[in-house]
């Protein structure tokens, strides 16, 4: 889908238009399933969960949350997809940790994903959040670049058109934010 057809179709679907949400969200579906496979390509092979239920997970915290209606165009859609996602799994891996405080661990697949995402980023995904949102209260669009690589599994081009920076500013910031969660997740790790 053209990103002018997919900005036309956001418009009706903030008016409440379902089908124009339904079709939006199926836009989405197509252009975030490779993300989200990114996000769990280290999957056993037993694995049940799908790319699919993380975007769909995602969907319906944005419309729940009439997200809908401030969003002024297709990149801003896809980012607070991405956003979504990312607060999908950290969600997901509080409760996951708050299981294991309680001696209930149960294993999911979600469970499975968040591990294979932490021992591939060698971090932790609640520290790791926290550290994104210290970071974006310095520096909103470098954190939106690292949430968008880390989460949204974009390259640094894809994330360069997103945003309608230049790849020289995107390969600056992505090397800044870098220094800089390593710094922070090193001083976090130590304490």
Same mark, same amino acid.
């Given at each position: 889908m053209e990103p002018e057809e997919l900005t036309v179709i956001l418009q $009706? &679907? !903030?008016?409440?238009?379902e089908s124009a949400q339904a079709k939006l969200f199926a836009a989405a579906l197509d252009e975030l399933h490779g993300a989200a496979s990114a996000l769990m390509q280290q999957e056993r092979a037993s694995h049940t969960l799908q790319p699919s239920a993380l975007i769909n997970e995602a969907a319906l $915290?944005? =419309?729940k949350s009439n997200a809908l209606e401030s969003m002024p165009d297709r990149a801003y859609f896809f980012g607070s997809m991405v956003r979504a996602m990312r607060h999908v799994l950290i969600d997901h891996a509080r409760? $996951? !940790? %708050? !299981?294991?405080?309680?001696?209930n661990q149960v %294993?999911?697949? =979600? +469970?499975?994903a968040i591990d294979v995402m932490e021992k591939q980023a060698g971090v932790d995904l609640i520290e790791l +959040?926290?550290?994104l949102q210290e970071l974006a209260n310095q520096r909103e669009r470098t954190s939106r670049i690292v949430e968008l690589r880390f989460f949204g599994g974009m390259s640094?081009?894809?994330? &360069? +058109?997103?945003?309608?920076?230049?790849l020289a500013t995107v390969n600056r910031e992505w090397r800044y934010a870098? &220094?800089? =969660?390593r710094d922070r997740l090193d001083n976090t790790q130590s304490e």
């Open positions: $009706r &679907a !903030k008016t409440g238009d $915290r944005l =419309l409760a $996951r !940790k %708050a !299981k294991r405080r309680q001696g %294993a999911v697949s =979600l +469970d499975y +959040d926290q550290a640094q081009q894809e994330i &360069a +058109d997103q945003m309608s920076l230049s870098r &220094a800089w =969660l």
